[in-house]
């Protein structure tokens, strides 16, 4: 392989030769370029936009485009790109993934060619992993957009729906992934066209690709409504949990020792399990639930909401952590991501894990809620016509972003020679050892003023360290998720003369760290990680922010024995070898076995961490390819088509089912229950009963199939004739079809969650889940069509018309209480409510939402 590389280079190398004769082509138009007034230079746009109207692509146009984005650079923020910028810009057009090293001017690479793909007219979304940064570049680089004479934009979190549609109009939008994602999903939920705020998604450039795409993309978005269920449970597992005593395990316990019937002796309430992240109950737990809540048999169907609860509150309480997986602010619990230590606004753990921890923290436990949508990011980028990213990591997630984006990974040159000294990782047996080598390394560069940037994993070593370095009298600046709306300030500050910043992370991410003299004169920025993370990427993001354009700088990783990479991933033969070695405390152990061990392990994690996105995507992608056809759908009937045909087609279809369905394959009238076939059909379609002598009068099936047809379609003649105008009946249908879609919709995905909850058990059964699953889902997505044109056509049946049907009066005709028109009076139920987990009142044994509810 590595001879291969060497005569014919890298796929990067191979790409970038192809492509400098465009680089050469733009540089050689800078005199050009120069030579026009400002108005001239500014009057390009107009020219260009009227030459794609006629028919050249944006590849012809492409190196007078970033010749002129080059030049108005020049002059409005007196930065002109590099060539090694314009090849970046020259990728990022092509849909791929710029991967170009820290401090190189990504953010000014950007807008070549999201000036380029505005040409369009059709919008381009500048994609950033927060707030700050979308407001800061869309003010900084916007300028040169707006120079040129295009509209840029910003979508913030605080914005109304009224201002979003402003920002998205523009020609650029500058955006986070979490407000382009949420905002999709909002507007597959609005009930008028009006209210849409998203235009489609044709070119997104994504900053921070690997931040997105691959570590967020592991939670979904989701939407959510508060569900009725009450939280007591959560307060009372919670204080179970307190009161039973972790034990050990013999052996590890697999699916495949489950079935061998190996015996694992246990000892005391509960085992963890780090590696897989699972807490189980031993016997002797089991017992201790039973007797707590009274009840003979814990592992009953009837007891499955105590059995998830319990085990929400051990996890919450043995697998979740405080200032690592999460912060309590404002008597909240708010998620930090763990591969860039920043809190993740809106985003919940789901299937009630957030409640048991906000129950283990005393804050106020959340109501439990019901989904109201959801999409993955990797399902959601995929959208786009068209996408691109930039970074200075990813190629070390090539295969991933190949596999699921379909984007290869090209490397840039750097402008000037990394000038970076990267030291072998220093080994310690125990973390306070090398706690207290880290403190030291700190105090022997801020001594010669050299500065420094301590990276941590978690918010809580951070911590530790800053009060070692407050002893040693050492001042410094922290930077974790509590504090990370000063996340750019104390980040470009780190790199001052005498400076020590402690970051989680590299929160901060996309702001430049700049020496100052006598910090390059002192050997440049120092970087230290306390630990190495699971993944080399997040490694090379720390060591990155030192040696921009050229600087000097170092790096070095301190690892101990006890840290979780190597307890939990290193082999226990290695870590016997190195404790057999007699090591002095505080000694430095240094063997080219350790390192090899890191990595091995890091890449065992990286390889589990992609099967587990892969895992879920391949889940996901039977809910993506069901959300397409509903979203699809529900966009037909916004636009405003006539639902006329849809709502006749329905009609005629739930006649033929419900014959089908009541007689049978049989021909044999006798057979023929026409008692079953009007308690069927009747409440869906009002006719006057079937009586024996109407099937006396047809000579088959298809004869009175015919009949009722023809009944049905003229009764909803007549209740369309009750309508002065027809375009209140269309509206009428059009606002009842979205909301019965949304309403089935809503319930489907949780039924679906619960169906992927269970799916696991198959395996026992020698059975693919995801097969099973497949299988399942188009099943369940069959019923709930079914579902979505009989309540439709109930509903429209059962329409009383009012002297003038406004808008609001329309939504009151859906009944549901669902819409946002105001408060209405509550309905009386006449007989008791069944939930759809309940055993149905028809006496199958089934639930009442895979039996009876299927047809509710």
């Known amino acids: 392989m590595n001879l291969v590389k060497k005569i014919f280079g890298t796929h990067s190398q191979r790409e970038l030769k192809m492509i ?10 800078r005199p050009q370029m120069q030579a026009l007034s400002d108005e001239e230079l500014k009057a390009k746009t107009k020219e260009y936009k009227e030459r794609y109207a006629k028919g050249e692509t944006l590849d012809d146009l492409l190196p007078e485009a970033f010749a002129t984005v080059r030049e108005a650079a020049k002059r409005v923020l007196n ?13 990022l057009h092509q849909g791929r993934i710029a991967e170009m090293r820290t401090g190189e001017g990504k953010t000014l690479v950007s807008t070549l060619p999201a000036y380029l793909n505005a040409l369009t007219g059709e919008g381009v979304h500048i994609v950033t992993v927060n707030d700050y940064l979308a ?12 120079f040129l004479g295009l509209k840029v934009g910003c979508v913030l979190n605080s914005m109304d729906n009224d201002e979003r549609r402003e920002q998205y109009a523009c020609d650029i939008t500058y955006i986070t992934n979490n407000e382009l994602g949420f905002d999709y999903l909002r507007d597959n939920m609005v009930i008028y066209k009006e209210q849409l705020v998203q235009r489609d998604l044709v070119y997104a450039i994504i900053d921070e690709v690997d931040s997105v795409l691959i570590d967020e993309a592991r939670t979904p978005l989701i939407i959510s409504g508060q569900s009725g269920k009450s939280t007591k449970l959560y307060e009372v597992c919670d204080i179970l949990a307190r009161q039973l005593e972790r034990g050990e395990a013999s052996g590890e316990v697999t699916k495949m020792t489950a079935i061998m019937g190996e015996e694992i002796t246990e000892t005391g309430d509960f085992i963890v399990n780090e590696k897989d992240k699972i807490v189980t109950l031993t016997e002797q737990g089991v017992h201790k639930v039973e007797k707590f809540f009274q009840i003979e048999n814990f ?27 999460y912060v309590v602010k404002d008597d909240q619990v708010m998620i930090v991501d763990e591969f860039t230590g920043r809190i993740m606004p809106g985003r ?3 299937d009630g894990l957030h409640q048991a921890i906000e129950a283990k923290e005393h804050v106020k436990v959340k109501r439990e809620s019901k989904t109201l949508a959801t999409i993955t990011f990797q399902n959601f980028f995929n959208k786009y016509k068209k996408k691109a990213g930039m970074t200075g990591t990813a190629l070390t997630e090539e295969k991933e972003f190949r596999d699921i984006y379909g984007m290869d990974v090209i490397e840039i040159p750097t402008n000037r020679p990394v000038q970076r000294v990267d030291y072998d990782d220093a080994v310690y047996m125990t973390k306070k050892e090398k706690y207290r080598a880290v403190v030291e390394a700190v105090k022997q560069a801020h001594a010669q003023g050299q500065p420094v940037l301590v990276g941590t994993i978690t918010i809580e070593v951070s911590e530790l360290l800053s009060g070692m370095l407050k002893r040693e009298g050492i001042q410094h600046k922290v930077l974790n ?10 980040v470009a500050d780190a790199g001052v003369h005498g400076a020590v910043t402690i970051a989680t992370n590299m929160a901060g991410r996309g702001t430049d760290i700049k020496l100052d003299e006598e910090a390059r004169a002192a050997g440049g920025l120092k970087i230290i990680g306390t630990e190495r993370h699971e993944s080399r990427r997040i490694d090379n993001q720390l060591r990155g922010r030192s040696g921009r354009q050229g600087d000097p700088g170092e790096s070095r990783f301190y690892i101990s024995l006890e840290d979780d990479l190597m307890r939990l991933f290193g082999s226990e033969k290695m870590m016997k070898v190195f404790q057999s070695l007699g090591v002095e405390e505080g000694e430095q152990i240094e063997h080219k076995m350790l390192s090899n061990a890191i990595e091995k392990a890091q890449m065992k994690i990286e390889s589990n961490n992609f099967g587990i996105r892969k895992n879920l995507l391949e889940y996901d992608q039977v809910n993506n390819e069901q959300r397409e056809i509903i979203y699809a759908e529900r966009r037909r009937v916004l636009d405003g088509e006539s639902m006329r045909d849809s709502i006749f087609k329905m009609i005629t279809d739930i006649v033929d089912n419900t014959v089908d369905m009541c007689f049978g394959e049989s021909s044999d009238r006798e057979a023929w229950d026409v008692r079953e076939l009007n308690s069927v059909l009747l409440p869906t379609i009002p006719l006057k009963p079937v009586t024996q002598e109407v099937l006396d009068g047809v000579s088959n099936k298809n ?11 003229k009764l909803y003649e007549q209740k369309e004739a009750e309508f002065k105008e027809q375009e209140q009946i269309r509206e009428i249908e059009r606002v009842i079809l979205l909301k019965v879609i949304d309403r089935k919709w809503m319930d489907h995905i949780d039924d679906m969650d619960q169906l992927r909850q269970g799916i696991g058990l198959q395996a026992y059964g020698q059975k693919d889940p995801l097969v099973e699953y497949k299988m399942s ?12 044109q009989e309540d439709t056509v109930r509903l429209l049946f059962h329409i009383k018309v009012e002297q003038k049907v406004e808008r609001e009066e329309v939504a009151k005709v859906t009944g549901t209480n669902k819409d946002e028109t105001g408060p209405r009076a509550p309905k009386k139920r006449a007989a008791e409510k069944i939930y759809p987990n309940d055993p149905c009142p028809c006496g199958s044994g089934k639930k009442y939402k895979q039996c009876c509810g299927r047809k509710a």
């Not at 930065?79 to 990728?91: D, K, P, S």
């Not at 407001?135 to 707006?146: F, L, S, Y």
């Not at 004869?703 to 379609?713: I, P, R, T």
């Open 20 to 29: 400098m004769p465009i680089v050469d082509k733009i540089e050689s138009l």
């Open 79 to 91: 930065m002109e790109h590099y060539r090694v910028q314009l090849i970046g810009g020259i990728i």
């Open 135 to 146: 407001h800061r570049d869309a003010e900084w680089m916007g300028q040169v957009h707006e």
């Open 299 to 325: 592992s009953d169907a009837e007891n499955l909401e105590i059995q998830h609860n319990v085990d929400l509150a051990l996890r919450a309480h043995n697998l979740m952590f405080r200032d690592q997986d």
């Open 348 to 350: 919940r753990y789901s």
């Open 481 to 490: 998720a509590k504090f990370h709306e000063l996340e750019a300030e104390i």
């Open 703 to 713: 004869e009175l199939k015919q009949l009722l047809k023809e009944q049905a379609v």
């Open 777 to 788: 889902a188009y099943e369940m997505f069959d019923a709930m069509t079914a579902a979505i």
